[in-house]
């Protein structure tokens, strides 16, 4: 079974930078479309950036578009969320999932914080 466990969050300020890591566990990862989610409390839970199996083709919200990049290690089975230029409205819980279909088990997230 696919367990995620994503880590790399935390408190920062307005401006700063943070890099999330999710740690994949299965036989499926490189065939797989992966997205970063963020959820807000009393909000639902939202794609910020989806990147294709290979890596090729990736896709952003508008509101981190131009200050988050995502990548993936298809070797280590990891997918990373580069997270630069950081605003008060980039806070939430992140999780890393499948970018469609039946998502996998989620994992714990991480927390980030952006005070101004």
């Known amino acids: 079974q696919v367990q995620l466990v994503e880590s790399g969050g935390g408190s920062v300020q307005t401006g700063q930078s943070l890099r999330l890591s999710c740690k994949v566990t299965?036989?499926?990862?490189?065939?797989?479309?992966l997205a970063w989610y963020r959820q807000v409390p009393g909000q639902r839970r939202e794609v910020v950036a989806t990147?294709?199996?290979?890596?090729?083709?990736?896709w952003y919200a508008d509101a981190v578009k131009g200050r988050f990049t995502i990548d993936r290690d298809n070797l280590k089975k990891f997918v990373y969320l580069q997270m630069n230029d950081l605003k008060p409205e980039d806070t939430g819980v992140y999780y890393c999932?499948?970018?469609?279909?039946?998502?996998?088990?989620w994992g714990p997230g991480t927390q980030v914080t952006v005070s101004s």
């Open positions: 999932n499948l970018k469609d279909g039946m998502l996998w088990p």
């Open positions: 299965g036989n499926m990862f490189s065939m797989e479309n």
């Open positions: 990147i294709s199996s290979a890596g090729m083709t990736v």
